[in-house]
């Protein structure tokens, strides 16, 4: 992985973009977390950019490069684990908004960052993506197993992504690292360590390349409809 990895970072010059007079753009979200002992830290970053990338390959919308460090608090018993404060998080997403002459997408991969639903709530022509129907639809598309409530961290999901996206990033020993803790209720008060010593969430043995690309695909269909809807004809 380098910073020059088109599947990371958009190499687009001024005159690509001009021709290109994109009416959205896609702003992926990550974090930089733990993921386990198998996964790296920057998973959902890796995440929320294949999920632009495949965006981008459908869809004339402009890349932005990922914010990589978002709200992971309550993975913050784990080495690694670097976080921003939710107001920064809002502040820099309200800022990059504000100086687009276009409609923004935000594709978060990290569902710690609860704030975005408000940010994207305030702007004109702002959007969240995936959604829970999104997800789910993904999900039943690409034959995942475990439920969506149990696979909660570096699991099925996130593994599969992986594997299709950025295989050279999962360690070996992924499919002996399966955890469930299906009661978290106090996870926004104690954090993730209580429920997980290895801090995986989910059953990443049942991953697959297949399935992560199947999981792409749909939410890359999924996103015709907010592309639609953010398009100048239906916002103005």
């Known amino acids: 992985m380098t910073e020059a990895d088109p599947s990371l970072v958009p190499l687009d010059t001024t005159s690509d973009e001009a021709s290109r007079k994109a009416s959205v753009a896609v702003l992926p979200i990550g ?79 990290h569902g710690g960052n609860y704030v975005l639903r408000n940010v994207v709530q305030e702007g004109h022509r702002m959007a969240l993506f995936p959604g829970p129907l999104d997800w789910q639809t993904a999900h039943t598309a690409a034959g995942i197993v475990t439920p969506l409530g149990s696979d909660m961290h570096a699991g099925e999901i996130e593994t599969s992504i992986l594997l299709a996206s950025h295989p050279q990033a999962v360690r070996d020993g992924y499919p002996q690292t ?59």
């Open 31 to 109: 974090s930089f977390e733990q993921h386990g002992p198998c996964l790296p830290l920057v998973t959902d970053t890796l995440v929320a950019c294949a999920i632009a990338r495949e965006i981008v390959d459908s869809y004339p919308v402009r890349r932005l490069p990922p914010v990589t460090i978002s709200c992971s608090h309550e993975h913050a018993a784990w080495p690694g684990t670097v976080s921003i404060s939710s107001d920064t998080l809002a502040a820099v997403v309200r800022d990059i908004a504000g100086s687009l002459d276009s409609g923004l997408v935000v594709v978060n991969g």
């Open 178 to 236: 399966d955890h469930l803790a299906d009661d978290r209720r106090h996870l926004l008060t104690l954090g993730l360590s209580p429920y997980s010593d290895s801090g995986v969430v989910g059953r990443p043995s049942l991953a697959s390349a297949a399935k992560g690309r199947a999981l792409l695909a749909s939410l890359a269909a999924s996103f015709g409809d907010y592309h639609a809807v953010l398009s100048p004809a239906m916002g103005e």
